[in-house]
């Protein structure tokens, strides 16, 4: 996913009395001094004052990269080699806790070395959720493989499990799930239905470097994982990629399809002999991309804190409005980090106005509001063609994803610090809360 700008469960309490008590006495809980001014001031929509002000730029600009990066690079352009992709690995590698990892020149690639390492018999079905960048799942049609489209939460915008269960096929040899914009899936959970059923776990990690499940890195759940380093993501190197295997069968078989010249193959391996003309790609990274990489990983989880302690500070102030809701599971044994959005969800019911409503004014107030229709890949002509499958996937009805798409407002995500600009975001969000009767 590459958006193109550099942009879970409430606690109920105060919600179910502004619930019951609609919205002038909602003025009471959202603090009277609040609503009187929210109340008092006319929406922008309507001609009144806009509430955000301050430039959104700073906050929003992505890549960061300083000095060390353009060291690193001049230092690259005056003694041009591959060291810095070996060091990534290794650096990776240790980061994550993960034995084995192996750089690509993007996420779409080292997918498609995982689907070759799988060496699955033509035919074999994985499951994968449609809500999803194309990566996750087009490369599989290479090597004979057919999705199984499992449908997501619209609270996690994650692979829903038990729909997986009602989606298992004879077919069905794997799992992957996507933690998106940086919430970890519940890999613990599908683990262990995976091992029941006899499937594979993998992971599509492009969007969640640094997130954790019960203190284990993402990418570390399953069997082999991939992440991404395009320009948009926690770890930009503007283009590249990188497998992660804990078996060095796997790590060998996934190298060898890209790298002609099997970098750290073991020489006895089942692979080294296939040195000089590799299987077929070449799927290498361009060291530049790993030295700005490298760079940017010194600073990952500083960022990541910093980031996620601002959208707390913002989304525990959102989440008191009626029917307005954050990304979440709730769970308390998960460390997120967040990706390109801070994503919301409106129940137009509790709200009482609807999503269209609210985003038109939010914008007018200056808010960078969206009101997010992610693709979903099941409704794509591709799927239904015969000549690009081992057989045509089904298509299936997909509540969760059409609800998330139905309900989504997504906010950008403030990638440095912007205390202003999150205090005039609440500020139009609680001024457009207090008017929602005029809006709906
Ligand atoms: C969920 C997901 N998987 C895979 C990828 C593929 O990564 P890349 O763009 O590096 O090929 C992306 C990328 O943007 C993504 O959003």
Known sequence: MEPSTSAGAGRPSRRDFLKTTGALT?????????????????????????????PHDAAIHWPQYGKDEEEAMLAMLRAPSYDAVKQLEDEWAQFLGVPYAKAHCNGTSALASMFFALNLPAGSEIMAPSYTFFATIMPMRFFGLVPVFVDINPHTLNFDLEDAKKRLTPNTKAVLP???????????????????????????????QGSRLKGKHMGTWGRMSITSYQMTKALPGIEGGMGMYQDKEDFERATS?????????????????????????????????????????????????????????????????????????????????????NMLFIDEKEAGMTRDAAVKA???????????????????PVYREEGWWHHLPTIPDLPGSVKANATSIALPYFTSEAPELVEQYVKAFEKVWAHRTELS
């Open 362 to 380: 939010l914008q007018a107030e200056g808010v960078k509001a969206d009101a997010l229709h992610y693709t979903l890949q099941h409704e794509l």
């Open 178 to 208: 996507v933690h998106w914009i940086g919430l970890p899936a519940d890999m613990d959970l599908i683990g262990d239905w995976a091992k029941e059923k006899g499937l594979i776990v993998c992971e599509d990690a492009a969007h969640s």
């Open 257 to 341: 399809l890209g790298n002609y010249d099997m970098p750290g193959i073991d020489k006895n391996g089942n692979y080294f002999k296939y040195k000089g003309s590799g299987l077929g790609l070449k799927f290498r990274m361009h060291p530049m991309a790993a030295a700005l990489v490298r760079c940017q990983l010194k600073g990952l989880v500083a960022r990541n804190e910093v980031g996620a302690k601002q959208v707390r500070a913002m989304n525990d102030r959102l989440a008191q409005l009626p029917g307005l809701y954050e990304q979440s599971s709730g769970r308390k044994d998960m460390q997120r980090m967040h990706y390109a959005w």
């Open 26 to 54: 909602a003025g009471i809980a959202l603090g009277t001094q609040t609503t009187a001014r929210a109340q008092g001031e006319a929406l922008a929509v309507n001609g009144g004052p806009k509430t955000v002000t301050a």
